[in-house]
């Protein structure tokens, strides 16, 4: 399970995800509006956590494969054997360090 501080990153990049489900927000626009710095690295942190830049998200991931995709990544223990059986085939990438900014 990811510290709260991980999980707040998270659940600020699902927001993200979100708003640039929307044509009319751009990564900049999306950045400003989650208190971002630098799109760069909400860009870099989408990468680094979906695997794919924010246009790919854009147009290959609906909100509930973005949902699983976190789901598998984060919050599945491998030691768990529920967990471990659900997660059979799916990519398990270790937890990433993620800055707020």
């Known amino acids: 399970m990811p510290v709260p501080r991980v999980v707040l990153v998270l659940l600020r990049l699902l927001y993200a995800h979100r708003l640039l489900l ?7 626009d999306v950045a400003r509006k989650l208190g971002y710095a630098k799109a ?7 990468r680094m956590v979906f695997g794919v830049t924010a246009g790919e998200l854009r147009e290959s991931m609906s909100p509930a ?3 699983e995709t976190l789901t ?5 223990r491998p030691d768990h054997p529920v967990e ?3 997660a059979v ?3 398990m990438q ?5 800055g707020t900014r």
């Open 89 to 91: 085939g799916a990519s």
């Open 22 to 28: 929307d044509p009319g927000h751009t990564i900049d």
């Open 94 to 98: 270790p937890a990433v360090r993620l």
């Open 72 to 76: 598998r990544r984060y919050f599945v």
């Open 40 to 46: 760069r690295t909400l860009q870099m942190q989408l």
């Open 84 to 86: 471990a059986a659900r």
């Open 65 to 67: 494969d973005a949902v």
